[in-house]
């Protein structure tokens, strides 16, 4: 059985960093591109950013891109999603997901089957 666990997530203020994390368990993850999405109040979830197997490429949405990092720990079947220079705009529950395909990036949410439960952020202005 598939799990996928966030962690890292909380309250912070406007400028502030956090460190999501997501521990997977169940899959090869080592064969899985990873993404992280996010939904924030009255929304519809997003893609926001992700990773393919190996970390060599990554893609993220352009709200994000130069202030979000997205890696990965094969040893540790973690990914990971650094989020500096926060913005209340970025508040969310943020969900990590795994493709069933090691090799490119999608920013679909049909590509994941494997979805956590997702972490609240909260950004304070």
């Known amino acids: 059985q598939v799990q996928l666990v966030e962690s890292g997530g909380g309250l912070v203020q406007a400028g502030g960093s956090l460190r999501l994390s997501c521990a997977a368990s169940g899959l090869a993850f080592s064969t899985n591109a990873m993404g992280w999405f996010r939904r924030a109040p009255g929304k519809e979830r997003e893609f926001v950013a992700a990773i393919t197997w190996s970390g060599g490429s990554t893609y993220y949405t352009d709200s994000v891109n130069g202030r979000f990092t997205i890696s990965r720990d094969n040893a540790e079947n973690t990914v990971y999603l650094q989020m500096n220079s926060l913005k209340p705009e970025d508040t969310a529950v943020y969900y990590c997901?795994?493709?069933?395909?090691?090799?490119?990036?999608?920013?679909?949410?049909?590509?994941?089957?494997?979805w956590g439960q997702g972490t609240q952020v909260t950004v304070s202005s």
């Open positions: 997901a795994a493709r069933n395909y090691c090799c490119y990036i999608s920013t679909q949410e049909y590509e994941y089957p494997y």
